[in-house]
């Protein structure tokens, strides 16, 4: 199965068949909306709002951990994350897609694993996720290639015969929010190479990697990063732009799902990420 997890201004997909809005309560509370079980052609896709439907939860108190188990206990194996990011590298575009292949990490308050040893929630079940909860294990997973690189290229592939401008690599940072980057904050962020700027994608990937799932991040530029441009930057930029490329995400994301389900050639180390990382 496949996921998307919609980000800022993305809050459904239209011209999904609707199946089912599921309710789905996990060892780490509830995901931040119900999630959209739909139907693309033959395909069984599923839809999470990662801020939730009204946007209710800011950057820092997403429910990370409780949105990508309960992905998981659907039984996906495949999630493709859609972020706005602002544009750090000069030769980024408002609109323009990147496939970011890295990250940095300068959020401050987050949880990022699932895997708290004598600190892990009780659960239900018997499967390998649950009992390392039930063992009170502690994981130190490898993130070297933090991104899936076969879906990575199955993006490539869809956004090159698309003819939608866009970037393949880039690394992409995340910063604590919910308020933007100082000018000063992204002339650091460009002194280390970085290309994007947001706020969501860590701890998300992070999580999404322990559960050994495949999973790729579809970013899109909505704007300069502050200090890039002379006007005030502002959140309805942001929204108005992602509404803009509505269709666009909406045709890279459904290709993309359905080269996902035909593809045979998974050459990744996705789902072996838990091999060797118990303590």
Known sequence: MLAIIGGSGLYKVEGLEVLQELEVKTPFGEPSSPIIKAKYKDYTLFFLARHGRRHQYPPHKVPYRANVWALKTLGVKYVIGVNAVGGINKFLKAGDFVIVDQFLDFTKGRTYTFYEGKFSPSCEGKG??????????????????PFCPTIRGILKEVLTE??????????????????LETAAEIRM????????VGMTMVPEVVLAKELEMHYAGLCVVTNPAAGLKDEKLTS????????????????????TAERVYNNRNWKCQCESTLQGAEV
């Open 128 to 145: 390998k996720y649950e009992k390392l909860l039930l063992q009170k294990k502690v994981v130190h997973i490898d993130v070297t290639e």
């Open 236 to 255: 309805e930029e942001v929204i108005n732009l992602m509404r803009q490329k509505e269709e666009q995400i909406k045709e890279v994301i459904l290709q």
């Open 189 to 196: 962020f460009t002194l280390l190479g970085c290309d994007v």
């Open 162 to 179: 698309k003819g939608f401008p866009y970037h393949y690599g880039g690394t992409y940072v995340a910063t604590e929010g919910p308020r």
